[in-house]
Antibody
Framework: EVQLLESGGGLVQPGESLRLSCAAS????????MGWVRQAPGKGLEWVSG????????HYADSVKGRFTISRDNSKSTLYLQMNSLRADDTAVYYC????????????WGQGTLVTASS | EIVLTQSPGTLSLSPGERATLSCRAS???????LAWYQQKPGQAPRLLIY???SRATGIPDRFSGSGSGTDFTLTISRLEPEDFAVYYC??????????FGQGTRLEIK
């Protein structure tokens, strides 16, 4: 059974940093695209970032480019999202998602972790 | 960036009825790489359809997807009580950025 477990969310002040983690199990982690999708309170889904199975290719939404960094440790089956210079409009539930072998379709989702950037 | 527009915003139907949800893209979706997700309150989304018309594992056959190019449809043939939720389409093309539609809320009439 595929399991994705996010952690690292919390309350931070605007301008601060936070690192999210997603521990994966139940599949051959290194062969799948992984990504992050967020959902602001009461709003729709927004794709944030994706990374290839090897980690050699990364992509970002324009809204986070230059501030967020996605990475993965295939030896630990763990996905990360380093979030710097957080803004109030980054407040959202952040979901970890397993993609396809090369595509960014979200086959499986974690339960989400809430990030709140507020003073 | 491909913009996806879903309609209607809210759909009010009764159990047993047929639901038709629309997703229109601002430009052609590469290789029909279009997915549909269901989200219930307080839960993570769940993949229903990928590649425009392929059902994900464990999805009942009352859910079907169709369309190509810029116009896509999710059909639920006979609504069950558990189908009332918010539905999102997503294009995942050949390369990012990936985009979602704004969602259609399916509510009980």
């Amino acid at each position: 059974e595929v399991q994705l477990l996010e952690s690292g969310g919390g309350l931070v002040q605007p301008g601060e940093s936070l690192r999210l983690s997603c521990a994966a199990s139940g599949f051959t982690y290194s062969t799948y695209v992984m990504g992050w999708v967020r959902q602001a309170p009461g709003k729709g889904l927004e794709w944030v970032s994706g990374i290839s199975g090897s980690g050699g290719s990364t992509h970002y939404a324009d809204s986070v480019k230059g501030r967020f960094t996605i990475s993965r440790d295939n030896s630990k089956s763990t996905l990360y999202l380093q979030m710097n210079s957080l803004r109030a409009d980054d407040t959202a539930v952040y979901y970890c998602a397993r993609g396809g072998y090369t595509s960014h379709v979200a086959l499986n989702w974690g339960q989400g972790t809430l990030v709140t950037a507020s003073s | 960036e491909i913009v996806l527009t879903q309609s209607p915003g809210t759909l009010s139907l009764s159990p047993g009825e047929r639901a038709t949800l629309s997703c229109r893209a601002s430009q052609s979706v590469s290789s029909n790489l279009l997915a549909w997700y269901q989200q219930k309150p307080g839960q993570a989304p769940r993949l229903l359809i990928y590649g425009a018309s392929s059902r994900a594992t464990g999805i009942p056959d009352r859910f079907s997807g169709s369309g190509s190019g810029t116009d896509f449809t999710l059909t639920i043939s006979r609504l069950e009580p558990e189908d009332f939720a918010v539905y999102y389409c997503q294009q995942y093309g050949t390369s990012p950025p990936i985009t979602f539609g704004q969602g259609t809320r399916l509510e009980i009439k």
